[in-house]
């Protein structure tokens, strides 16, 4: 009888023992950092749970990783969460800050924000603030100018198609967006009516070669007749 209780003693021993040096993990301090908020921590990678409300972040060093639970993520970094944890989850290459995964707050250098997308260059109706880095939408645009003249290679006049072109600009904008503000233009095709000076139409040039004169035909030579 008492091998049997011996052993159960030793089964008991050890099951106290490891709760009590889970309890010590999740208390205790990692290389990643404290275990605050913790769950379930290592010494070795950190938190690998959090409370709840929290968020684990994950960093990483090399091939290691050490979690730490935070209530707001860093920069550069979103918190989505989970049903079994809550987690911060890297932004787009191009953004410094960002509210999702597709939603930017603040770009990288080299890029503007609008409307959550950093983008390299601001769209057509838009102007880039360097301060900001943002894209707004300050270049109101007029209305169309009229149509230009009817030209053909550089030409007003002719019997060919041509091109016209009208042009909408900026109606208001700063210095700084002036320069940034692009200009819309629009062409369509144009028939040229107007004949260049000393042209011929082409009923003139019809009637020319109607009238050309006929090269004459050489007569028949006939042999002389006998007199009689």
Same mark, same amino acid.
């Given at each position: 009888m008492r091998a049997p209780l011996c052993l159960l003693l030793l089964v008991a021993h050890a099951v106290d023992m490891l709760a009590? *040096?889970?309890?010590?993990? %999740?208390? =205790?301090?990692?290389? &990643?950092? *404290?275990?605050? =908020?913790? $769950?379930?921590?290592?010494?070795?990678? &950190?938190? @690998?749970?959090?409370?709840?409300r929290l968020f684990l972040f994950i960093r990483r #060093?090399?091939?290691?990783?050490?979690?730490?639970?935070?209530?707001?993520?860093?920069? =550069? +970094? +979103?918190?989505?969460? =989970? %049903?079994? $944890? *809550?987690?911060?989850?890297?932004?787009?290459?191009? !953004?410094?800050?960002?509210?999702?995964? #597709?939603?930017?707050i603040r770009c990288k250098r080299r890029f503007y924000l609008y409307k959550g997308k950093c983008l390299a260059t601001c769209p057509l109706g838009t102007a880039a603030h360097l301060s900001t880095r943002e894209c707004q939408e300050e270049c109101e645009l007029g209305?169309?100018? @009229?149509?230009?003249?009817?030209?053909? *290679? &550089?030409?007003? !006049?002719? @019997?060919a198609w041509g091109l016209e072109t009208r042009v909408r600009e900026a109606s208001r904008a700063g210095?700084?967006?002036?320069?940034?503000? %692009? $200009?819309?233009?629009? @062409?369509?095709?144009?028939?040229?009516? %107007?004949?260049?000076?000393g042209e011929k139409t082409p009923s003139q040039k019809k009637g020319r070669k109607d009238r050309r004169p006929r090269k004459d035909k050489k007569a028949a030579v006939r042999p002389p007749q006998p007199q009689a």
């Open positions: 009590l *040096n889970r309890r010590k993990k %999740q208390v =205790g301090t990692g290389l &990643g950092g *404290n275990c605050t =908020g913790c $769950v379930i921590c290592s010494e070795e990678n &950190g938190c @690998s749970t959090c409370q709840q #060093d090399g091939i290691r990783q050490y979690g730490k639970c935070v209530h707001d993520c860093p920069p =550069g +970094f +979103f918190g989505i969460r =989970g %049903q079994e $944890v *809550n987690r911060c989850k890297k932004c787009g290459a191009t !953004c410094e800050s960002c509210f999702s995964q #597709d939603f930017c209305p169309w100018g @009229s149509w230009s003249p009817c030209t053909h *290679n &550089g030409k007003t !006049c002719g @019997s210095q700084e967006e002036a320069a940034h503000c %692009q $200009v819309l233009s629009e @062409s369509r095709k144009c028939p040229i009516q %107007q004949h260049c000076p």
